[in-house]
């Protein structure tokens, strides 16, 4: 949302004729971050015509991220957790803009429109209805009762045939002998059968699970991956970055419960925490990261005239939005509406999900540190696997 509105701003502000370039990381082909970019970008050309940008679809594999783990953390400063790793290495590779150009025709291709198809894919990535909240002070809806999975001790997925959470759901499919079956709610692909059993149909229906979403440079590129193409490298020397956003304009989930726990005030008290410690939590981290290129990183968001704009606006009016507390608007709910206004209604709809998350470079992260992306915590202290040569 945040990068859309300034590549629409940017090409409102700049003379006919010269080229936006856009970047997008992506550490994994079907990452929820490459979906809401194409959406965007598609959005863009409708918007403004196929001369306007240049999408740059940076691809990152797991050993580029390895080959520079060192370089990326001599650069994280004072802090060092598992959290600023993360987002420096998704800005690291993204700023230094080497991928494939993505076609401006890509939306024309059947793959495009089968993925838009995706209900799975695209759910993940869009906005959930919003509950009205409760006043200060009410009592407070007493929660469903969970449901525990059969097999462990955490709790099952609602909807789940098995009645188990992720991991037993997939354990008791592959003890059934039915590893090629998969659950919807969990969304869980297990390995095909090799040999000619795999291909089988049973009561007509081809057992065989989903298709893994593929969203690749190279299939996006203009040969859609049937001729290898070189890489280019973005020309630009600065970047436009949405640091701002969500502190100003209550972007995050802790802004959102501190609305419905302690009102207006509430929310106005954790947006100026998130304001006075973002020099040292994100502005000096990211701006070692994009010059580590020779790029320069600018922040429309903090721009002194915004920063007086939204100051004056009532703290009601930024918790709430125009309906008051019974009628809540989604978070960011200005930008969004500026989103729609100007024929960007993907974006307008795209949940919040932070660079870690929507580049899958968390995960990437966690399983090489841990064997598990849920055996590591973003505040845990980041230690280099790679081994220091002494160069740096």
Not at 62 to 77: F, K, P, Q, T, Y
Not at 131 to 158: M, S, Y
Request: some cysteine.
């Amino acid at each position: 949302l945040d990068s859309t509105v300034l590549a629409a701003l940017a090409a409102e502000a700049l003379p006919d004729g010269e080229t936006v370039e856009l970047l997008n990381v992506a550490f994994d082909k079907a990452a929820p971050d490459r979906l809401t970019a194409l959406c965007s970008y598609e959005d863009l050309l409708a918007r403004f015509g196929p001369d306007r940008f240049r999408l740059i679809l940076c691809d990152v594999q797991e050993s580029e991220v390895r080959d520079n783990e060192l370089a990326i953390c001599r650069l994280l400063g004072p802090q060092a957790t598992h959290l600023d790793f993360n987002i420096a290495a998704a800005l690291w590779f993204a700023s230094r803009g080497e991928g494939h150009v993505c076609s401006p025709a890509f939306h024309e291709q059947p793959w495009w429109a089968a993925a838009r198809a995706d209900e799975a894919s695209v759910s993940a990535v869009q906005l959930e209805p919003l509950k009205p909240i409760e006043a200060p002070g009410a009592p407070e809806p007493v929660p469903a009762e969970k449901v525990r999975c059969v097999a462990c001790v955490l709790p099952a997925k609602p909807g789940c045939p098995h009645l188990t959470c992720k991991l037993c759901c997939r354990k008791l499919r592959q003890a059934a002998g039915d590893p090629d079956g998969w659950c919807k709610v969990h969304k869980v692909k297990a390995p095909k059968h090799e040999g000619a059993g795999a291909e089988e149909e049973q009561d007509g229906k081809a057992t065989a699970a989903a298709p893994e979403l593929d969203l690749s440079a190279l299939r996006c590129s203009a040969s859609g991956g049937a001729v290898p193409e070189k890489p280019v490298r973005a020309a630009s020397r600065v970047l436009l970055v949405g640091t701002g956003a969500d502190e100003l304009l209550g972007g995050y989930s802790r802004h959102k419960t501190a609305r419905v726990k302690r009102g207006a005030d509430g929310t106005r008290s954790e947006m100026l925490k998130d304001l006075h410690r973002l020099w040292s939590r994100n502005l000096g981290r990211d701006d070692r990261i994009i010059a580590d290129h020779g790029r320069e990183a600018r922040h429309p968001f903090l721009d002194d005239g915004v920063l007086r704009f939204v100051g004056s606006l009532p703290i009601e009016l930024l918790a709430y939005g125009p309906g008051g507390d019974g009628d809540p608007s989604p978070d960011k709910w200005m930008l969004r509406e500026m989103a729609a206004a100007r024929g960007l209604g993907a974006c307008s709809l795209f949940k919040k999900r932070a660079i870690q998350f929507g580049s899958r470079i968390a995960k990437q992260s966690n399983i090489w540190h841990a064997g598990s992306n849920r055996q590591v915590r973003g505040d845990m202290a980041y230690c280099a696997l790679a081994e220091d040569d002494g160069t740096g």
